[in-house]
DNA sequence: TTACGTGCAAACGTTTTGCACAAAC
DNA sequence: GTTTGTGCAAAACGTTTGCACGTAA
């Protein structure tokens, strides 16, 4: 399937209209390894010669966020970066440049349980534990040769 | 030692000098089970008859954060929030509320090791992996009455 | 044809800055 | 005495809102 018909179905199937902001957004982040800021995306868009309007793009982002199309995370500095919530999968963060990559993980989350803290009296036994989410943290290759 | 004592040595030892503002900064940390935000420590602090202008406030943040003394973390709604960045550990965040809870593992994150997506080419094998957090999401007790 | 999406400009909340004065060392 | 921290007000920044018009279904 090519990516516009892959970006219609994508937002059939969680009952969205195919609007030309919506398929501008999925296909900067569709295919791609990367983590665009709301600002990332306005700049890359109008560098592409299709601009957008930073209500819309911020509106949609909520949309495509909420309907658990697009996952929002918060980087380097706590600056927010989105990117395709495709199946779970965990981040390592370059603690230097910032830069983030998408990882898999050699070895499972499954027997990870949370525990309460030693000195708290905590209702952690009550919690629904829904998803885990491991994020590394350390220096990439370009930032090592400095 | 009694708390001011703890927190002159706390600053003593990351060459900070011993001022009002990074006291009650570091006295509503120390020792909380608390995660707050900027303006939540403004609020409490006013409160309290200690009040703190915000630009002090902002400015202690960011040097006790880069000194390694806390640690800033982004919880639901990408809302800042600080904690004393003690031993490694843990969060549990509730999806309903976005109470957050600290946590201990039952179990290690030793075995777990970072692994290329399939279908990429990247540098992983590159990077210096420093630390590891573990995010838990789901439902605290109290959302799950509703 | 109706509900929803878009762009503009203005509003908003949070964080940062410039500067004069005060406190720490 | 020098360096660093503080408070104020103003500015900057990212994000959201109100509204008139355009588009998808």
Not at 123 to 146: I, M, N, R, S, Y
């Amino acid at each position: 399937m090519h990516k516009s018909a892959e970006i219609k179905q994508l937002l059939a199937t969680h009952n969205l209209r195919s609007t030309r902001a919506r398929s501008l957004i999925l296909g900067l982040l569709l295919h791609e390894n990367r983590h665009y800021t709301p600002d990332e995306m306005l700049a890359e868009l109008k560098n592409q010669g299709k601009p957008l309007s930073t209500a819309t793009l911020y509106q949609n982002l909520r949309q495509l966020t909420d309907k658990g199309i697009l996952a929002k995370f918060s980087g380097k500095n706590s600056v927010l970066r989105y990117d395709i919530n495709t199946e779970e999968h965990n981040h390592i963060v370059c603690t230097d440049c910032g830069r983030v990559l998408d990882v898999n993980l050699e070895g499972s989350l499954d027997h990870l349980i949370p525990k309460p803290l030693p000195d708290t009296k905590s209702d952690l036994a009550q919690w629904l534990v829904a998803t885990k989410h491991l994020e590394f943290k350390g220096v990439c290759p370009d930032c090592q040769k400095v």
